[in-house]
Each structure stands twice: as C-alpha cells, then as structure tokens.
C-alpha cells in the first residue's frame, strides 16, 4: 500500500492467514479481507510479517490503532483466543474507534463479546457472502468521518475568522 495514511486498521491472527511453514493459507478469511479492501480501493494496516517484537511491537500497534479511522476485526477461533486481538480491541475501544468485527464464528467467547457489546457485525459464519458488502460499508462510513471532517474544518475556520473580527473591533 501506499504511505498515506491507512485507513482501516485489520485485526486478525496469523494463524488464520499462514499456515505452519509460513505459507499464506489460499481463500482465508484474512486474505478475503484484504482483496476486497484494495479493490474497493481503501488503505489498510496489516501485519503481515510479524516480525515485531515486545515493546516495539505494541507502540506500532497502539499507533496504527490510533492513526486508523475503522478498527477490522477478524473473529475467528485464533484471533478471539489471542492475547494479542484482546489488546488490540481494548485499544481501539479505549480510543473510539468505529468496530467493525467479521463475526467467522458461531458465538463469541465472554473476553471478547465483552469489547462487541453492541456492535453490529459482518455474519461471516452463516453467510460467507456478507463479506461482499465489506468495501461498501467501511466505503460509506469513511465518506461519512470524511465529511464531518470538513465541516469541522469549516466551522474552525468560521470561529476564527469571527475571533478575528472581534479582535479588529477592539482596537
């Protein structure tokens, strides 16, 4: 991907995106993910290598975390039984970040559903094709932080340009 900046931060584990000898897993749900985020032309933060190591590793997560509008996360029996994801999802919740879980298995267990309360999610594990509609949704909720962006940025510009005139007024 390109250096700006990214705009969807994935969370998954590698278990479900290599297998054993380090060999991407062909048609996994992580790989799915990912080609459907570039052809709906959305940047991403991915670890794909995994190289990281202890404190590093966290200060590159919780920044990614941070700088990402949509926090990814891929459900699944690795990915919910990791440490790693748990961290992750208490970040981005801590952060308020929008949540988007891809919900790869029937039920979630008690230390995640926890961080999901409440979230709607993508159900992959009924309805594998629901992850089609993946680019769209984040698409259209990036569109919508876009926006509000702008008129934030309006509205300050209009702020100063009074806070400018009164100030004119006083001298």
């Known amino acids: 991907m390109a250096n700006d900046k990214k705009r969807v931060f994935i969370s998954y584990s590698r278990k479900d995106y290599v297998n054993e000898n380090g060999v991407h897993i062909e048609g996994s749900i992580v790989q799915q993910v990912k080609d459907l985020l570039q052809a709906s ?6 670890d794909e290598e995994g190289i990281y190591t202890g404190a ?3 200060g590159l997560i919780a ?4 700088e990402a509008d949509v926090f990814l996360f891929i459900s699944t029996d690795n990915s919910n039984s990791s440490q790693w994801v748990q961290k992750e999802l208490a970040c981005a919740n801590e ?3 929008w949540i988007v879980p891809i919900k790869a298995v029937e039920k979630y267990p008690a230390a995640i559903s926890i961080w999901l309360a409440g979230n709607d999610h993508l159900d992959f594990y009924h ?5 089609a509609k993946l680019g769209e949704i984040i698409r259209h ?4 932080i876009d926006s509000e962006a702008v ?7 209009i702020a100063e340009e ?6 004119d007024k006083q001298l």
């Open 41 to 46: 032309g959305i940047s991403y933060w991915f």
């Open 56 to 58: 590093e590793f966290m």
């Open 63 to 66: 920044k990614a975390i941070e």
């Open 95 to 97: 952060l308020g970040k």
């Open 127 to 131: 309805n594998p094709e629901s992850i």
């Open 141 to 144: 909720k990036l569109d919508e």
């Open 151 to 157: 008129k934030l940025e309006l509205n300050n510009e």
């Open 162 to 167: 009074k806070r400018l005139k009164d100030e």
